[in-house]
């Protein structure tokens, strides 16, 4: 199946083709995949509902199109090959003939534990292989997986859990990720305290840690998987069935589970892949991103399985057992598309190129950034620095909402700008708006991110609330999906992501609301009320700024600090400890009761200077209060 574009002449007519006549352009591209029966109707939809359909009707199974059809013609190829956290230890390679033999294995552990289609599965795991065939394990039998990163803490894991009401949790007794050694087992343990719906968790052998056991809910992988039959029939799924749920944060209080389904999320996952990473037969790609994210889901596992290439999936971290270790694993496999996140770029960029030169990274045809805005510094080092100035750079623009790439250069084909993600993809209409939601048609513009058409892969709706799916995207601004992110386009049409516009902080590429973050600092003793705010850091992209008030001022701050940092461990997880804290009497308030942010967020900038009319504030001595005792 070759869907790629071959030339920036192409690209433009595709374009064309795709906005003038899309239901034409996106039954052609369908047409690449097997379906066990085709679609009637190729598209309905409103934004006013929100109601998308895509290939109304037809049937297939993704897990046919990842991995039976390539058995047939090229199951000796390495599918997925696994590079272990350890240096010295093998890697591990599964052909796809083995990958399909192991997923069906899974899925029928998973059909005798009494899993059915529809069923919500919670997979909370490490980067092993076992990751990626329980996630085809579920396609293959309609379960509907969530995976859910294992750096998300017991709390965090248990919400996730209920909000989907899992039956099922696959984890692993621990993991490893770099120098750490972390006991899932026991997280998920604590997690389901809290969680009625689970009757069974399934446990892969990692670390051979000691590990706590609940006869009759807990069985080993080991015990149940490899007993089974290699053969499993796919489950005829509509293309509108679900696929998967993927928690991610917003604006508002806890996360939302963004729901993709089959047949579009298929085709535009696929279609994706193979135009930005012009992924070649016999090609090694590697996205180094973990299977808990979006990026994983569609770039490491259904992207590449859809286009029968070979992924790579690595367990470890980019500074362990020392910063040249990606480096090192691009010689050692011949790493032709290397996909990564600005924020592992500007930190292996700050251990300085000694780390770098020792390797041969001439195998590298095209790298890839994701997650965040990338800077000039660190775009020029990349582009330097490990594409020695000739291999092209995509900026990949997107979102956990969006399933797949929206904005990005296609491989070497498309014009190239540092700090600019570049053109839509075909069939991918963005446009940009004012504050009042008026279309800014001319060149040379800033304004906040929309949608004006569907694209396949676009959420249908957030788990058991459709109506916040509709609040959050489509009620903005009138028939359009609004992104979240402001942008800039240039005069030549190219886009530039500036950032989110709303109370979404992204920190090396993870995306949190702010008052997530305060309702976990909440939860901390002696805490009345806490405002969390991004400012800019070095190498996350955005560090965690908060304020709090304790009932009376802390006598004992570090102490303070670190109880604060430990609740908000607990109740999200390490990855959202804040950076700095400053203790405060009084929040920045309008008469209305709503924090005036924009003074917290210059405070935190380090721009007291520039706080703006504070007049409207009820009381404004609390600025001089918090200007003075910045941290
Ligand atoms: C894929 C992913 C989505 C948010 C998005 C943006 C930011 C992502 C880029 C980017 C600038 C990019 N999904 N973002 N990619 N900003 N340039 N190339 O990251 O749901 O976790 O985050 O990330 O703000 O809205 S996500």
Not at 329 to 353: D, W
Request: aromatic share 10%; proline share 5%.
């Amino acid at each position: 199946m070759d869907l790629r574009i071959k030339s920036f002449e192409e690209y433009q007519a595709k374009y064309k083709q795709s906005v003038d006549q899309p239901e034409q352009f996106w039954s052609e591209v369908a047409d690449h995949y097997q379906w066990q029966s085709p679609w009637g109707q190729v598209l309905d939809w409103n934004f006013k509902e929100p109601n998308v359909k895509w290939f109304l009707n037809a049937k297939l199974n993704i897990t046919e199109n990842c991995l039976d059809r390539h058995v047939e013609t090229r199951g000796d190829q390495t599918a997925i090959l696994w590079e272990s956290n350890f240096p010295d230890r093998d890697n591990i390679r599964l052909s796809y003939t083995q990958l399909h033999a192991e997923v069906c294995r899974a899925a029928n552990a998973l059909k005798s534990m009494g899993v059915k289609k529809g069923d919500r599965i919670c997979l909370y795991m490490p980067m092993i292989p076992e990751l990626a065939i329980s996630v085809l394990a579920c396609a293959r039998i309609g379960a509907i997986h969530s995976v859910v990163f294992a750096g998300f803490s017991a709390q965090a894991l248990a919400d996730r859990i209920n909000d989907a009401t899992c039956n099922v949790v696959i984890t692993s007794d621990g993991l490893y990720r770099g120098a750490k050694q972390v006991g899932l087992k026991s997280i998920v343990d604590e997690a389901l305290q809290q969680c009625d719906s689970i009757e069974h968790v399934l446990v892969k052998k990692c670390t051979g840690e000691d590990i706590g056991w609940s006869e009759g809910r807990d069985q080993w992988w080991d015990d149940i998987v490899p007993q089974q039959s290699a053969t499993c029939a796919a489950e005829v799924m509509d293309s509108e069935d679900p696929l998967f749920i993927l928690y991610t944060s917003g604006s508002t209080g806890k996360p939302k589970g963004v729901v993709h389904t089959c047949g579009g999320y298929m085709v535009y996952a696929g279609y994706s892949f193979a135009n930005v990473f012009q992924y070649e037969e016999g090609d090694i790609y590697w996205c180094t991103a973990d299977i808990g994210w979006i990026t994983g889901h569609s770039y490491i596992i259904y992207g590449p399985l859809l286009n029968g290439a070979t992924t790579m999936m690595f367990e470890g971290v980019p500074t362990w057992p020392d910063a040249g270790r990606f480096w090192q694993i691009v010689e050692k496999h011949k790493v032709n598309q290397f996909y990564t996140a600005p924020t592992a770029i500007r930190a292996l960029m700050s251990c300085g190129n000694d780390v770098v030169t020792p390797y041969d990274l001439s195998s590298l045809k095209v790298l890839g950034t994701v997650g965040e805005p990338i800077n000039q510094e660190a775009w020029d080092w990349y582009k330097q620095m490990i594409g020695k100035g000739t291999v092209p750079i995509v900026d990949t623009w997107w979102q956990t909402e969006t399933g797949g790439i929206m904005i990005s250069g296609l491989g070497g084909h498309s014009p190239q700008q540092a700090t600019f993600a570049g053109y839509p993809l075909p069939g991918i209409q963005p446009c940009l708006v004012d504050t009042e939601g008026n279309e800014i048609t001319e060149n040379g513009v800033e304004g906040l991110l929309c949608m004006k058409f569907p694209w396949p892969s676009i959420l249908r709706t957030t788990y058991g609330d459709h109506e916040r799916c509709r609040i959050t995207y489509f009620s903005h601004y009138n028939d359009m999906y609004f992104t979240g992110d402001g942008a800039r386009r240039d005069e030549n049409g190219m886009y530039r992501i500036i950032g989110r516009v709303d109370d979404v902080i992204n920190v090396s590429g993870h995306r949190f609301g702010t008052a997530e973050i305060e309702n976990a600092i909440n939860e901390s003793e002696y805490v009345v009320e806490s405002a969390v705010v991004g400012y800019p850091h070095d190498i996350k992209g955005q560090g965690i700024y908060a304020y709090v008030i304790q009932e009376k001022a802390p006598d004992d701050l570090e102490a303070a600090k670190k109880e604060i940092i430990a609740t908000v461990v607990k109740e999200i997880g390490p990855i959202a400890k804040p950076d700095k804290i400053q203790f405060v009497s009084g929040l920045p308030k309008t008469r209305s009761g709503k924090i005036m942010r924009r003074i917290l967020r210059k405070v935190a900038e380090g721009e007291p200077d520039k706080l703006g009319d504070t007049s409207t504030l009820l009381d404004p001595s609390v600025v001089d209060e918090i200007v003075g005792g910045a941290v």
